[in-house]
């Protein structure tokens, strides 16, 4: 059974073939049957449409890639890395409040009115919880421990306020090095 890439199943940006199904896609018989009359796929779906038939959602292509690192596919793996290796530098950046970490012990703002603040904060502590988030499912998976929690972090609410932002950039840089130690975080554990 060839593997497909994991990140089919995460919202946003579903890595897949431009012009490619999956079985069972309402759109690729129409496209298929467009391609044996030598029609337009518009032409088929008026058809459709006069003959009163349920309507379809269009599809450009829905069949994802081949998973060749681990779970994902190259590219995948690749934009994955290439996450990993800036994470702590953007958790930084967002909880100083979207300026470069000059005096990283200064403690950070409390999440006040302003809103730019405040979503840069959410979005560093969106950043931790998916690491965490990662790192929880594939220690249960591999049945090993998970990374040590620091204090004043919450896997499920991201950093306390009250953390220095030197602490949580320490806390972020250990989550990546724990995630980034282990080759087989991508790996779909059990084999198929
Ligand atoms: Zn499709
Ligand atoms: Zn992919």
């Given amino acids: 059974m060839v593997m497909l890439c994991a990140s089919v199943d995460m919202p946003g940006r579903p890595c897949t073939m431009f012009g490619e199904h999956l079985d069972g896609c ?9 391609a044996r009359r030598g029609v337009e796929v518009s032409l088929v779906l008026s058809e459709r449409y006069a003959a009163g038939l349920p309507s379809v959602r269009p599809c450009k292509g829905c069949l994802p890639y081949k998973a060749e690192v681990g779970m994902l596919c190259r590219l995948c793996d690749e934009r994955w890395k290439a996450a990993l290796s800036t994470a702590t530098r953007l958790v930084s950046f967002l909880l100083s409040g979207g300026s470069p970490p000059a005096d990283v012990n200064k403690a950070r703002g409390k ?23 990662v790192a ?19 896997v499920r609410d991201g950093f306390m306020p009250s953390l220095p932002l030197s602490d949580a ?3 972020m840089r250990d989550l990546v ?12 554990q059990g084999g198929c």
């Avoid at 421990?145 to 972090?153: K, M, N, Q, R």
């Fill in 26 to 34: 309402d759109w690729a018989p129409l496209e298929g049957e467009a």
């Fill in 111 to 133: 999440p006040g009115p302003r809103l730019p603040i405040k979503e840069a904060t959410m979005a560093a502590d969106e950043l931790w919880m998916d690491l965490a988030g």
């Fill in 136 to 154: 929880i499912v594939h220690a249960s998976e591999a049945r090993m421990s998970e990374p040590w929690w620091p204090a004043g972090t919450s």
């Fill in 169 to 171: 950039v320490d806390a």
């Fill in 177 to 188: 090095t724990w995630v980034e130690a282990d080759s087989t975080v991508t790996a779909r």
